[in-house]
Every structure is written in C-alpha cells, then in structure tokens.
C-alpha cells in the first residue's frame, strides 16, 4: 500500500462531480472512493467499458497491454524491443523484474543534487519570480465527442522558430539509473525563446519518444495514429504566449513500463529529482525552481506516473496531464489512489485528467469512474482539475492527442 504523506497544508471544499456528465453520473461521483468503488463503477458502466474492447483490446487495460511486452528489452532497444536510432549514451545491464514497496517518506533525507538548494542554477538575477494567476474558479468539464482528427498546432505556424531536440531529433541519449540499475532513453527540447539566463518552466513527458515525440514505434499507437507532435506543440504555444518557455525532458520507460509506472511507490519519481533532471536538466539550464513551474505529463500509465510525481515529489511538481490516467492498475496492486487523496491533506496541484465511456476497465476499476472520482477528490481538497469526458477508445489515444494543446493552454493559465 501507499502510505498517505503528510502535509501543512489543509483546505476543503463541497465534493463537486465534473458537471459534464453530473447527470449521468452523479452516484459515482458521489460514492465513497474506497476500495470497491472502482469496481462497483466498472459494474454500473460494464456495457460502455465491455465497447472500448472492440478497438485494440482497450477493456483489457495497462497492465495486459505490458504484459505483451518482452521484459528483456535491451538499452539499444525501444518498449517494443525493436532498435533505436542512434542511441547514445551509457551501457546498462537488462531491467529488473520488480520494484520495492518505498515509503512516502523513503525521499525526505535524501542527500542529493536536487534536494540541495544551494546547486540549483541561479539564471538571472534580476529576473521577475515565476507567477501563475489563472481565473478564479478555474475547474473546467469539456465534452469532446468524437471523431478525433490531429489537433491544428501539430502543424508548426508561420513564422514560428523551431525548437531544438537534443541530442538531435533522430539520436536518442541514454541515462543510466542508479536507483533502477538500467538505463532510459531521452531526449530534451530547448524553445527558440530561451535565452539561457531567464529561468524556464520544465515539463516531463512519459512515453516521450514513443507518443509524444512520435519517434519511436509503440504497441499503444499502432500505425502512428496518434502522434501528439508535443514539440511542434510546444513551438506553437510558446510563440503564441499561451505556455510559458519550458525546457522538455522526453522520457521513454523500458520493457518494464507498468511496473515502473504503475507500481504504487516513489521509485520513478525520485529517479526523476534525484537523478537525471539534476544531471541532465538543472546542470545544463536555468530552470525556475517553483513548483508551479514543473509539470508531469503523460497518457494511460504515463497519466499514472504523472500522479505519484506531483504526490510524492510535490515540492517540485504541482502540475500534470493525466490522460485516461490508468489509476486502475494501481489498484489492482493493491492502492486506490482516491482513497489516498480523500484521506490525507491537501497536496497544492492543477491537473488536467481525460477518460470517456468508451476508457479501458480491469479487475481495478472502470477508467473512466475512476478519472471522475479522482478529479471530485482533488475538488474537494481545494485543487483546479479540468476534467474532459470523450468517445474516444483506450488506444491510439486518438482523444487525448487531439485535446492535448488545449490542456497544456489550461494547465499553464496565466503563468508567466
């Protein structure tokens, strides 16, 4: 089990469903988010959820679909064990087959880089402090009915600079964890508009070669379907002023994906502050030290991730994108993550959750349910999530690609 962190900072607020499918589903929102209550969703929708099977086996869920993965996935190799262009970087023994339980509490003594303030790039000195003032009552529920088509700032605009990939965008760099014993393929995008003085934002992509870089090949968007073009993305909203400039750290999980995902412990995140963005990130780029600054990305078990980042790590991180966010293989490991959340004090977090009738359901729950009582729980601690109800299946997460400008435009409102 998780174990609930403690936290000074307390608020409440009324329960409140996403209001854009309230009528519908106003008893799952309303239910007690206890252990069963994923399960007795997933009973009350079984027609809805039994229909995301009928497009590349999404009722099955994550934890299936990792299980269909060679688990001795070499450094050279991509999730779906084929080679990778160009790797670059360190050699790495195979991934190991597990995680260790670890403690909420395990990272607090850490001694390293990261945690120690006094190693953390300057920037410039007279630069304003890093603000975010969105609008009051900032909760938003989308209806997004399909059919989905690629978003239109997947197109780079006129007139918009190009970013730049690193190493470069068809080499790929490698870095080998200490905490996991392997390594994890890479890259970061560095905006036009960073000078190299003022501080940026920093956002972290899960399956971020894969899905949204759409570089390598992946069992979970068959086809290339849906690419999420983050970059491209990224070119165009920095551009526009609608995200502030951010450096991007695109992470690829290994063969182990669900396991280092969805296993309910700190492992990830503290390979994420402790290790490589001290090493590759903060080494390398002024980057404003505020957690409003930094974001978690991710879809499905990526969206999972996302979570035990801004909970475990949420003096870093207070902003994520949880797309279909697979909160149902964690409890099928044995934690319901909303019970977490009801149960302990607040976390300050704005995130931004995605799931539909048509989400993936397994022994830990309906998608979809679990999504919406995730975003009522955070409600009710006092946090803004916008919450986004669409027709899409499971995977290619053709729903969450083509919402995902929109979401970043809301997670960053009125950030500068």
């Known amino acids: 089990m998780i174990a609930p962190k403690h936290s000074a900072i307390s608020r409440a607020a009324p329960l409140r469903c996403p209001s854009v499918v309230f009528a519908l589903l106003a008893s799952a929102c309303s239910m007690s988010p206890g252990p069963d209550a994923g399960t007795s969703a997933a009973n009350a929708d079984a027609t809805a959820a039994a229909s995301a099977g009928s ?6 869920g994550n934890t299936t679909e990792d299980a269909k993965v060679n688990a001795t996935q070499s450094d050279d190799q991509d999730a779906t064990g084929q080679d990778a262009p160009n790797v670059l970087g360190r050699d790495a023994s195979s991934p190991s087959d597990g995680a260790a339980a670890l403690s909420a509490d395990s990272a607090a003594g850490a001694n390293d880089a990261m945690r120690d303030s006094s190693d953390e790039p300057s920037g410039d000195a007279g630069s304003p402090p890093f603000r975010c003032d969105p609008t009051p009552d900032a909760d938003a529920d989308v209806s997004l ?3 989905y088509t690629a978003a239109p700032e997947t197109v780079r605009g006129a007139g918009v600079p190009a970013g730049t990939i690193l190493p470069s965008p068809t080499q790929i760099a490698s870095y080998k964890s200490a905490i996991y014993g392997y390594s994890f393929q890479y890259q970061i995008y560095v905006p036009a508009e960073y000078d190299g003085k003022t501080p940026a934002a920093l956002m972290v992509f899960h399956d971020g070669l894969s899905l949204y870089r759409g570089i390598l090949p992946t069992m979970y968007n068959v086809g290339g379907q849906a690419k999420f073009f983050a970059d491209v993305v990224l070119d165009n909203l920095i551009h526009a002023g609608d995200v502030p400039v951010a450096i991007g750290l695109f992470i ?3 063969a182990a994906r669900s396991v280092e995902y969805d296993t309910p412990d700190d492992k990830f995140p503290r390979f994420l502050v402790e290790e490589i963005i001290p090493d590759e990130i903060l080494s390398k780029y002024a980057i404003v030290r505020d957690p409003q600054a930094w974001a978690s990305i ?5 969206g999972t991730v996302s979570f035990k980042t801004i909970w475990y790590e949420n003096s870093f991180f207070q902003k994520m994108i949880g797309a279909n ?5 964690a409890i099928e490991l044995g934690t319901n993550y909303i019970d977490v959340v009801t149960s302990s004090p607040a976390e300050p977090v704005r995130m931004a959750l995605l799931s539909g009738p048509n989400d993936a359901a397994n022994g830990g729950g309906n998608w979809r349910m679990l ?3 995730m975003t009522a729980a955070e409600r009710a601690k006092g946090n803004a999530v916008r919450y986004v109800d669409g027709t899409g299946q499971h995977y290619p997460p053709l729903e969450a690609a ?3 400008p929109n979401a970043l435009r809301w997670l960053w409102q009125g950030c500068h």
Not at 55 to 60: C, K
Not at 325 to 329: G, L, Y
């Open 252 to 254: 690829e999980p290994t």
């Open 371 to 373: 999504n919406m009582q």
């Open 402 to 404: 083509a919402d995902f």
């Open 298 to 302: 991710g879809w499905s078990s990526g």
């Open 55 to 60: 497009e590349g086996g999404a009722a099955t």
């Open 145 to 147: 009915p399909g059919p």
């Open 325 to 329: 966010a697979s909160f149902a293989n």
